[in-house]
Protein backbone atom coordinates (compact mmCIF):
# COMPACT_ATOMS: atom_id res chain seq x y z
CA UNK A 1 0.00 0.00 0.00
CA UNK A 2 0.75 3.15 -0.86
CA UNK A 3 1.74 5.60 2.23
CA UNK A 4 2.00 9.39 2.57
CA UNK A 5 2.79 10.61 5.21
CA UNK A 6 2.39 14.30 6.44
CA UNK A 7 4.35 15.10 9.85
CA UNK A 8 1.81 16.88 11.43
CA UNK A 9 -2.24 16.40 12.36
CA UNK A 10 -2.36 19.72 14.31
CA UNK A 11 -0.21 22.96 14.18
CA UNK A 12 -0.56 26.44 16.32
CA UNK A 13 0.76 29.17 15.34
CA UNK A 14 1.29 32.74 15.63
CA UNK A 15 0.36 35.27 13.04
CA UNK A 16 4.14 36.06 11.41
CA UNK A 17 5.63 33.02 11.83
CA UNK A 18 7.03 30.71 9.91
CA UNK A 19 5.58 27.28 9.03
CA UNK A 20 6.65 24.15 7.43
CA UNK A 21 4.69 21.44 6.84
CA UNK A 22 6.53 18.22 5.86
CA UNK A 23 5.20 15.45 3.48
CA UNK A 24 6.52 11.96 2.60
CA UNK A 25 6.45 9.19 0.57
CA UNK A 26 7.11 5.73 0.30
CA UNK A 27 6.44 4.49 -3.08
CA UNK A 28 9.27 6.47 -5.67
CA UNK A 29 6.45 8.29 -6.42
CA UNK A 30 7.52 10.90 -9.85
CA UNK A 31 4.70 13.81 -8.39
CA UNK A 32 3.51 15.15 -5.17
CA UNK A 33 1.05 17.81 -4.75
CA UNK A 34 0.04 19.87 -1.64
CA UNK A 35 -3.47 21.24 -1.18
CA UNK A 36 -5.64 23.17 1.00
CA UNK A 37 -9.40 22.11 1.71
CA UNK A 38 -11.84 24.72 2.94
CA UNK A 39 -15.63 24.12 3.85
CA UNK A 40 -17.49 24.68 0.16
CA UNK A 41 -14.03 25.30 -1.72
CA UNK A 42 -13.62 21.84 -1.96
CA UNK A 43 -9.35 20.87 -2.52
CA UNK A 44 -7.58 23.91 -4.34
CA UNK A 45 -4.20 22.99 -5.44
CA UNK A 46 -1.15 25.00 -3.95
CA UNK A 47 1.91 23.57 -5.34
CA UNK A 48 2.95 20.40 -7.07
CA UNK A 49 6.21 18.97 -8.17
CA UNK A 50 6.96 16.44 -10.46
CA UNK A 51 10.40 15.63 -9.75
CA UNK A 52 13.42 16.63 -7.75
CA UNK A 53 14.01 20.15 -7.52
CA UNK A 54 11.36 21.15 -9.78
CA UNK A 55 7.89 23.24 -8.48
CA UNK A 56 5.01 24.25 -10.45
CA UNK A 57 2.68 26.36 -9.05
CA UNK A 58 -0.87 25.47 -8.94
CA UNK A 59 -4.42 28.10 -8.43
CA UNK A 60 -3.77 29.55 -4.98
CA UNK A 61 0.28 30.28 -4.51
CA UNK A 62 0.30 33.45 -2.76
CA UNK A 63 1.98 32.88 0.86
CA UNK A 64 3.44 29.76 -0.02
CA UNK A 65 6.41 28.15 -1.19
CA UNK A 66 8.21 24.57 -1.03
CA UNK A 67 11.34 22.65 -1.55
CA UNK A 68 11.35 19.23 -2.86
CA UNK A 69 14.96 18.32 -2.26
CA UNK A 70 14.57 14.30 -2.05
CA UNK A 71 12.09 12.27 -3.97
CA UNK A 72 10.29 11.16 -1.15
CA UNK A 73 10.28 14.45 0.73
CA UNK A 74 7.26 17.42 -0.27
CA UNK A 75 8.06 20.52 2.58
CA UNK A 76 5.48 23.36 2.24
CA UNK A 77 6.22 26.36 3.50
CA UNK A 78 4.34 29.10 5.21
CA UNK A 79 6.55 32.08 5.34
CA UNK A 80 5.02 34.88 7.66
CA UNK A 81 1.96 32.94 8.53
CA UNK A 82 -1.74 34.92 8.39
CA UNK A 83 -4.78 34.05 9.84
CA UNK A 84 -6.56 33.50 6.01
CA UNK A 85 -3.86 30.35 6.24
CA UNK A 86 -6.08 28.50 8.94
CA UNK A 87 -6.90 25.21 7.00
CA UNK A 88 -6.65 21.95 6.30
CA UNK A 89 -3.49 21.40 4.58
CA UNK A 90 -3.61 17.95 2.36
CA UNK A 91 -0.67 16.46 0.42
CA UNK A 92 -0.73 13.41 -2.18
CA UNK A 93 1.95 11.30 -4.06
CA UNK A 94 0.83 9.46 -8.18
CA UNK A 95 2.44 8.47 -10.34
CA UNK A 96 2.73 9.55 -14.16
CA UNK A 97 -0.14 7.06 -14.68
CA UNK A 98 -3.49 7.39 -12.45
CA UNK A 99 -5.17 8.96 -9.42
CA UNK A 100 -3.25 10.27 -6.64
CA UNK A 101 -3.07 9.02 -3.06
CA UNK A 102 -3.34 11.28 -0.03
CA UNK A 103 -2.07 12.11 3.47
CA UNK A 104 -4.23 12.16 6.38
CA UNK A 105 -3.54 16.04 6.34
CA UNK A 106 -2.65 18.66 8.72
CA UNK A 107 -5.28 20.92 10.67
CA UNK A 108 -3.44 24.36 10.95
CA UNK A 109 -4.82 26.98 12.49
CA UNK A 110 -2.77 30.71 13.06
CA UNK A 111 -3.79 32.89 15.52
CA UNK B 1 -14.70 28.92 -13.58
CA UNK B 2 -15.04 25.65 -12.16
CA UNK B 3 -14.50 23.08 -14.85
CA UNK B 4 -15.58 20.00 -12.71
CA UNK B 5 -19.10 20.81 -10.99
CA UNK B 6 -20.68 18.63 -8.23
CA UNK B 7 -24.16 21.21 -7.74
CA UNK B 8 -25.34 19.03 -4.67
CA UNK B 9 -23.54 20.36 -1.74
CA UNK B 10 -25.41 17.28 0.24
CA UNK B 11 -27.07 14.66 -0.03
CA UNK B 12 -29.37 12.21 2.57
CA UNK B 13 -30.12 8.53 2.08
CA UNK B 14 -32.38 5.76 3.93
CA UNK B 15 -29.81 2.62 4.94
CA UNK B 16 -30.42 0.59 1.73
CA UNK B 17 -31.51 2.44 -0.75
CA UNK B 18 -29.35 3.93 -3.66
CA UNK B 19 -27.02 7.16 -3.33
CA UNK B 20 -26.65 9.08 -6.99
CA UNK B 21 -23.98 11.62 -6.93
CA UNK B 22 -23.56 13.81 -9.60
CA UNK B 23 -20.56 15.24 -11.21
CA UNK B 24 -20.49 17.88 -14.57
CA UNK B 25 -17.31 19.48 -15.89
CA UNK B 26 -16.82 21.48 -18.97
CA UNK B 27 -13.32 20.75 -20.58
CA UNK B 28 -13.63 18.41 -23.44
CA UNK B 29 -9.70 17.30 -22.51
CA UNK B 30 -10.23 15.47 -19.48
CA UNK B 31 -9.76 12.01 -20.60
CA UNK B 32 -9.73 10.23 -16.82
CA UNK B 33 -11.90 10.91 -14.20
CA UNK B 34 -12.18 9.87 -10.26
CA UNK B 35 -13.98 9.72 -7.25
CA UNK B 36 -12.50 10.49 -4.00
CA UNK B 37 -14.24 9.38 -0.63
CA UNK B 38 -13.30 11.96 2.62
CA UNK B 39 -14.05 11.36 6.02
CA UNK B 40 -13.61 14.34 8.68
CA UNK B 41 -10.12 14.98 9.74
CA UNK B 42 -8.53 12.44 7.20
CA UNK B 43 -7.28 12.67 3.73
CA UNK B 44 -9.44 11.93 0.57
CA UNK B 45 -9.31 7.97 -0.57
CA UNK B 46 -9.37 6.50 -3.96
CA UNK B 47 -12.63 4.90 -4.08
CA UNK B 48 -13.07 4.31 -7.81
CA UNK B 49 -12.17 5.64 -11.39
CA UNK B 50 -13.07 5.67 -15.32
CA UNK B 51 -10.99 6.17 -18.07
CA UNK B 52 -13.20 8.49 -21.03
CA UNK B 53 -12.93 4.99 -23.47
CA UNK B 54 -15.24 3.33 -20.95
CA UNK B 55 -18.95 4.28 -20.08
CA UNK B 56 -19.43 2.62 -16.84
CA UNK B 57 -17.25 1.05 -14.10
CA UNK B 58 -17.77 -1.27 -11.48
CA UNK B 59 -16.33 -2.02 -7.91
CA UNK B 60 -18.52 -3.80 -5.86
CA UNK B 61 -21.42 -1.40 -4.26
CA UNK B 62 -19.72 1.67 -6.13
CA UNK B 63 -20.67 2.22 -9.85
CA UNK B 64 -19.49 4.94 -12.09
CA UNK B 65 -21.21 6.19 -15.26
CA UNK B 66 -19.56 8.31 -17.51
CA UNK B 67 -21.83 10.11 -20.49
CA UNK B 68 -19.23 11.79 -22.44
CA UNK B 69 -21.78 13.86 -24.92
CA UNK B 70 -23.45 14.93 -21.46
CA UNK B 71 -19.94 15.96 -19.97
CA UNK B 72 -21.58 14.50 -16.97
CA UNK B 73 -20.78 10.95 -14.32
CA UNK B 74 -22.67 9.89 -11.60
CA UNK B 75 -21.62 7.33 -8.71
CA UNK B 76 -23.95 5.02 -7.74
CA UNK B 77 -23.77 3.48 -4.27
CA UNK B 78 -25.86 0.22 -3.93
CA UNK B 79 -26.93 -0.48 -1.31
CA UNK B 80 -26.01 2.75 0.64
CA UNK B 81 -24.67 1.72 4.58
CA UNK B 82 -23.95 4.50 7.60
CA UNK B 83 -19.98 3.84 6.92
CA UNK B 84 -20.46 5.57 3.69
CA UNK B 85 -21.36 8.87 5.36
CA UNK B 86 -18.97 11.25 3.91
CA UNK B 87 -17.75 13.97 1.75
CA UNK B 88 -17.07 12.41 -1.92
CA UNK B 89 -14.91 14.60 -4.53
CA UNK B 90 -15.19 14.16 -8.00
CA UNK B 91 -11.88 14.61 -10.01
CA UNK B 92 -10.86 14.74 -13.26
CA UNK B 93 -7.71 14.78 -15.38
CA UNK B 94 -6.60 16.26 -18.83
CA UNK B 95 -4.51 13.72 -21.48
CA UNK B 96 -1.00 13.86 -20.77
CA UNK B 97 -1.40 16.00 -17.46
CA UNK B 98 -1.56 14.46 -13.77
CA UNK B 99 -2.47 17.32 -12.47
CA UNK B 100 -6.37 16.57 -11.06
CA UNK B 101 -8.95 19.39 -11.18
CA UNK B 102 -11.34 18.49 -8.24
CA UNK B 103 -15.00 18.67 -7.30
CA UNK B 104 -16.15 21.06 -4.06
CA UNK B 105 -17.75 17.99 -3.07
CA UNK B 106 -20.78 16.63 -2.08
CA UNK B 107 -21.59 15.48 1.79
CA UNK B 108 -23.40 12.20 2.05
CA UNK B 109 -25.63 11.52 5.15
CA UNK B 110 -26.92 7.49 5.15
CA UNK B 111 -29.76 7.54 7.66
CA UNK B 112 -29.89 4.13 9.63
Known amino acids: DVKVTQSSRYLVKRTGEKVFLECVQD?????MFWYRQDPGLGLRLIYFSYDVKMKEKGDIPEGYSVSREKKERFSLILESASTNQTSMYLC??????????FGAGTRLSVL | DQQVKQNSPSLSVQEGRISILNCDYT??????FLWYKKYPAEGPTFLIS?????DKNEDGRFTVFLNKSAKHLSLHIVPSQPGDSAVYFC???????????FGKGTKLSVIP
Open chain 2, 27 to 32: NSMFDY
Open chain 1, 27 to 31: MDHEN
Open chain 2, 91 to 101: AAREAGSYQLT
Open chain 2, 50 to 54: ISSIK
Open chain 1, 92 to 101: ASSTNDRGQY
